[in-house]
């Protein structure tokens, strides 16, 4: 006679796989649209799924993570290179060219990342701090010279006692 009872498989390792449900496949999307330096790990544990599956998701979609994460790591010297890329390639005749507008908004903007990167103020408040109070230094001292010269006029007139 043949036995018929069934074999018993063995145990597997480690956790038992969880159900990738569709509602977690699209969570781990949003995070990454919305948090684009988020890491595959941090998605895969916000959405409780595998690392395995947050990558295949995002590759589906044309999310490279991992070279998010190298932009990321090095977006600095990106920018930095690309910055240069642009000025080098302002010409003379580019800059003749341009509006005064554009000319002036573009020196702003200069004397403002100059100011930024070797740690000035950016503030518009400390520049028109000082504005307002060397006007009103100035009113002080332009009343106080009337003042003094009506008096001075007065004196001489004889109208003041």
């Known amino acids: 006679m043949i036995d018929m009872q069934p074999v018993e498989q063995p145990k597997r390792r ?3 796989p969880r159900e990738v449900t569709e509602t977690r496949k699209s969570q781990a999307l949003q995070i990454a649209k919305k948090r684009p330096f988020a890491s595959i790990r941090q998605i895969a544990e916000e959405t409780g799924i595998s690392r395995t599956t947050a990558a295949e998701v995002l590759a589906k979609y044309k999310i490279n993570k991992q070279e998010v994460d190298a932009y990321a790591a090095n977006q600095a010297d990106i920018l930095m290179g ?3 890329r642009i000025t080098a390639n302002i010409s003379d005749s580019d800059i003749e060219k341009a509006s ?5 908004v573009a020196a702003s903007i200069c004397l403002d990342k100059h100011r930024l990167i070797t740690g000035q103020s950016t503030s518009n408040i400390a520049s028109w ?3 307002v109070s060397e006007s009103h230094r100035s009113q002080v001292i332009d009343n106080a010279k009337v003042a003094h010269s009506t008096t001075e006029c007065d004196k001489v007139d004889g109208s003041v006692d």
Not at 100 to 104: F, N, P, Q, W, Y
């Open 82 to 84: 690309l910055q240069h």
């Open 14 to 16: 480690g956790r038992p």
């Open 100 to 104: 005064l507008k554009d000319k002036i």
């Open 129 to 131: 701090t000082h504005v």
